[in-house]
């Protein structure tokens, strides 16, 4: 496996696929215990890799070779526990993705000051500050680290009734891009913006199978996202293969939406 010291003549003289194998490296995922980060976390694992996730109450089953650790992301306290327990299981992290997040919906004229701070923090002040103390871990490791955020189409579009979602994951790229900066060259930060995906919870956005492949078939690709692709662009992210991207925001979107006026102008009947 090609690790972060090595030579160029050393990196291409690697095979790819040994590239995206992490035999004993450590991996923690926030948010781990279901949906995108649940895939993120088997993704890891099946590679070979130490995997502590982070959520607020242990789940029912985990992937095989998956840890749990109970955290709240919003409280710094207890994310210096993870990093911790990561620490003390696997005595290092060299993988963190910040997975974490999410908002309900809310009407963007009335939502609270309260419920608006929740979803920053969550989804913005949580993963940044995760980022500082698994950065810190990471600097003194002589191989470094990789951080990888998980973004949404939500902060490079309009998000209507996910007002603060949406700013909150704005902010979130931004914050990808000056980490990505302060915390080289040991440390990479990257974001993946992820689109539409199927998780166990999909049913209650888009109305049943027919809501979601009725959804999928407005995407380009013809489909909505399954949670193992975004956890195969975390893997690359992480890996060697990925030794010269830092700062990035890679879209995982299947194409992204089809522009709105491109369907209204053929209702109008025009060609």
């Known amino acids: ?43 890891f694992a099946e590679a070979g890799a130490r995997v502590l996730v982070c959520c ?20 710094p306290e207890q994310i210096d526990a993870v990093i911790e327990d990561c620490t003390r299981r696997f005595e290092r992290v060299d993988v963190l993705v910040n997975n974490a997040g999410g908002s309900p919906p809310a009407d963007s004229a009335t939502a609270s000051p309260r419920f608006t701070a929740g979803i920053i923090a969550l989804n913005l002040t949580a993963p940044i500050v995760f980022a500082q103390r698994a950065n810190a871990a990471m ?8 951080i990888v955020n998980i973004a949404s189409v939500s902060g490079v579009r309009p998000s209507p009734d996910t007002l603060a979602y949406g700013a909150a994951k704005a902010g979130l790229l931004n914050a990808t891009q000056t980490m990505a900066v302060e915390f080289a060259p040991k440390v990479r930060v990257n974001a993946v913006v992820v689109g539409l995906v199927v998780t166990e919870q999909a ?3 888009y109305g049943g199978v027919e809501g979601i492949e009725a959804v999928g078939a407005t995407v380009p690709l ?9 956890a195969d662009v975390c893997l690359f992210l992480a890996s060697p293969l990925a030794r010269y991207v830092t700062g990035a925001h890679v879209l995982v979107h299947g194409g992204g939406e089809r522009p709105a006026y491109i369907d209204a102008a053929k209702g109008t009947g025009r060609d």
């Open 56 to 75: 607020r109450n242990e789940p029912d089953s985990l992937p095989g070779g998956v840890a749990f650790i109970a955290a709240d992301v919003r409280q």
């Open 222 to 230: 013809g489909r909505m996202a399954d949670p193992t692709d975004v």
């Open 139 to 146: 600097q003194v490791q002589e191989q470094g680290g990789t």
């Open 1 to 43: 496996m090609v690790r972060f010291g090595q030579s160029a003549q050393e990196c291409q003289n690697a095979r790819p696929m040994d590239d995206l194998r992490f035999d004993g490296q450590a991996v923690i995922v926030t948010g781990g215990c279901r949906g995108i980060g649940r895939g993120i976390a088997q993704r």
């Open 203 to 205: 049913h209650l956005f």
